[in-house]
């Protein structure tokens, strides 16, 4: 029957045309499909390193207070330093850290009240290094502060005795508190302030005119330093 075969050809060309249609709309998309990533790997979290370090500018303040136990009257007071200070931090967490502190300073000792006429006792060195455990603030995004408390041990060295004849400033423990903040600049650079009270009252024994005499000076220092902060 040539109209049935007729018919039979007509759909055959439709269905070929048909199909070619439907190839040239599903490429693109399979191309899209493929040149589209599925899933994409999130980029990988850099801790950043625990230590930290800083250099100041360190005012080194102490109270003019002290004492010659044998004589009545008698008074004590001390030079303010200004000296380099280094200062290594450690981060256990993001927010505790441990903060040593490191430098030496000079000081005189001089006279006052009824010994104000000996004018410069003594010269003497002082290593104070300070351990602190810290608290850090992490909620002001580049500001961020951290109060601290901790000892320090301070070694007296290179004595030298100017109207005495000899004197021995004693080793000795403090309690210390501290206050301070860092302005990050970046990731690793940033500005520091940085105050610590140190509770210092060394004992001491002074010669004078061959008699040997003991006392207490009551140093009690403020620490007051600015510097560059530096995380790693």
Do not use: C
Request: net charge negative; proline share 6%; hydrophobic share 45%.
């Amino acid at each position: 029957m040539p109209g049935y075969a007729l018919t039979l050809n007509k759909l055959s060309v439709l269905g070929t045309l048909l199909a070619a249609a439907a190839g040239l709309f599903a490429a693109p998309a399979l191309a899209a499909d493929v040149s589209s990533p599925v899933f994409k790997a999130p980029a990988p979290v850099v801790e950043q390193s625990p230590w930290q370090i800083r250099l100041r500018a360190l005012a080194v303040i102490p109270e003019d207070s002290g004492s010659v136990y044998a004589i009545p009257g008698s008074g004590l007071e001390y030079s303010t330093s200004i000296v380099p200070e280094l200062d290594i931090t450690y981060y256990f967490t993001k927010n505790w850290a441990a903060e040593l502190i490191l430098g030496v300073t000079p000081h005189d000792i001089n006279g006052k009240g009824t010994i104000g006429s000996l004018n410069k006792i003594a010269e003497v060195w002082a290593l104070p290094p300070t351990l602190t455990l810290q608290y850090h603030f992490t909620d002001f995004g580049a500001f961020k502060p951290y109060v601290g408390a901790g000892i320090n041990y301070t070694f007296f060295y290179d004595q030298k005795a100017y109207s005495a004849d000899s004197i021995d400033v004693k080793d000795t423990f403090g309690w210390a508190l501290q206050a301070g903040f860092d302005y990050m600049f970046d990731e690793h650079w940033g500005f520091n302030v940085d105050v610590k009270k140190l509770f210092l009252e060394p004992d001491f024994n002074v010669t004078v005119d061959g008699d040997t005499l003991s006392g207490k000076a009551n140093l009690n220092p403020w620490l007051v330093g600015v510097g560059v902060t530096y995380r790693f």
